[in-house]
């Protein structure tokens, strides 16, 4: 059903052809709008034949056939000197011509503002609980704001909150031009995409990618094949997005489709050198592997920076649980996914010769001491003897806080077993909990350290680069 929503006005109103302003000088005695309407209903047996609608008739003689409920908003306001203008008698004078001349139009709905007309935020609050309730009684309606009529405060207040509340396919603003009496559409979503826009920013800068992408209506960057050759800002958001979420391929064909490219971005794609720690190279001869393993580090530190506990905690999981695997696997030539039953023997009997020259004491004193090739206990106590100083530096700062190493420390809350309750267990790191973990910030910051991390965090760098080009 669709529904007219109309603030009146003064101009809403033709009597004897006239509108008020032009029989204003001429009325006698000299009325206010008030007054003058409340004469005409008082008397609106003998005072109807000269009057007929204004403005609203051009609206209803086109939407009439298909609109069953008119909504009038009307002032009667408390304070005296307010008064003058007040819509309250023309409501009356509409309802009885509309429900008289437009038989299709069943109901008139007559609504007083219930606040200061010019009053910006309470007509926001205003218009917000009014339209809340016609969208929830009606049955799937469809909503057309006549743009004229009440003060400037009311007209964007009610166009501002149908923004927001009503899908952008649900409503329409139509304005009458007063030359050509023609119904022109209003283009009423300037509002909606700024603040949108700014909440959306605020969703990002959260790394809320997800809730920010619908906010900006971005939804083909989960098909980057499928992104328009002008829409650069989406591409823009895939590319950082994928990047956060350690999906190099879509993130670089994300970059592709960018003409002007971003140092940031640039070392991203071409896998060029992102610190000066030339150990890093030595032990990780592809660059999908360094910038994976930074990248997370990076991730880690921005949640870190957020203060957000959980995902900081998942984040150093995904960092230290990828570096281990990496150094492993690169420093002493494991392949820690291989099905090959000879090599797996072969690794094994490497990883136990490592582990008894280094760990003798510590295994025969620890009988239930496992040594298993992906374990993270293994991996942590084998990279304490590495030959890279940065590795060393490293494992032997997660070792105390990993179950089960020579230097494990008791009565200490491990990063592993939290990891392992906020993945499986929704767990909540509470303050009490954040507490006990009170040597995560510096063990991050020191592995931050080792690895050889510029100042500036990659992920903010890159929200930054984001949130300008949002607001272009």
Not at 202 to 227: K, M, N
Not at 425 to 436: A, G, Q, Y
Request: aromatic share 12%.
């Amino acid at each position: 059903m669709n529904i007219i929503l109309a603030n009146l006005g003064n101009r809403n109103i033709l009597y004897k052809e006239k509108t008020y302003q032009q029989l204003e000088s001429s009325l006698n005695p000299r009325q206010s709008f008030r007054e003058w309407t409340r004469y005409i209903v008082e008397n609106w047996e003998e005072e109807k034949g000269w009057v007929k609608l204004n403005i609203l008739d051009h609206l209803l003689n086109e939407k009439a056939n298909e609109t069953t409920c008119l909504v009038l908003f009307y002032s009667d306001q408390m304070e005296e000197r307010q008064r003058d203008q007040d819509t309250i008698f023309i409501a009356d004078i509409v309802e009885d011509i509309v429900l008289s001349g437009y038989k299709n139009i069943k109901e008139v709905k007559k609504i007083k503002v219930d606040s200061s007309v010019v009053d910006n935020e309470s007509l926001l609050h205003f218009y917000r609980n009014i339209i809340y309730n016609l969208n929830r009684i009606h049955e799937k309606p469809f909503f057309t704001i006549c743009d004229a009529g009440g003060t400037a405060q009311q007209k964007s207040a009610l166009k501002i909150i149908t923004e927001f509340l009503i899908p952008q396919n649900k409503y329409e603003v139509l304005y009458i031009n007063a030359k050509s009496k023609q119904l022109e559409k209003v283009d009423q979503r300037e509002y909606r995409n700024i603040i949108q826009t700014e909440q959306a920013i605020q969703l990002i800068r959260c790394g809320e990618f997800e809730a920010a992408s619908v906010l900006l209506e971005f939804r083909a960057f989960h098909d980057p094949d499928s992104f328009s050759s002008s829409n650069w800002r989406e591409w823009l958001f895939g590319h950082v997005y994928y990047r956060f979420y350690q999906e190099r391929g879509l993130s670089i064909k994300c970059s592709n489709k960018l003409s002007r490219l971003k140092p940031v971005i640039v070392h991203f794609k071409t896998g060029e050198k992102v610190i000066e720690n030339e150990e890093l190279y030595k032990v990780f001869q592809s660059p999908n592997d360094w910038l994976e393993i930074t990248d997370r580090l990076y991730k880690c530190l921005f949640y870190l920076e957020l203060g957000n506990y959980n995902e900081t905690i998942m984040a150093f999981a995904q960092f230290y649980e990828t570096f281990l695997t990496k150094c492993i696997e690169s420093i002493y030539d494991f392949d820690l996914e291989s099905k090959n039953e000879e090599k797996v023997n072969g690794y094994m009997e490497k990883t136990n010769e490592i582990m008894q020259k280094n760990y003798h004491h510590y295994i025969q004193k620890n009988p239930k001491f496992s040594i298993h090739l992906q374990s993270l206990s293994v991996k942590c106590m084998l990279l304490k003897v590495s030959e890279f100083e940065f590795v060393r530096n490293i494992a032997s700062n997660l070792s105390p806080y990993i179950e089960y190493t020579d230097d494990s420390k008791s009565g200490v809350t491990k990063i592993t077993s939290i990891r392992n309750k906020i993945a499986h267990s929704n767990k909540l790191v509470t303050s009490s909990l954040k507490e006990k973990l009170n040597y995560l910030p510096d063990l991050i910051r020191e592995c931050s350290k080792s690895i050889g991390l510029k100042q500036n965090n990659v992920y903010s760098e890159l929200i930054d680069i984001l949130e300008k080009s949002l607001r272009q």
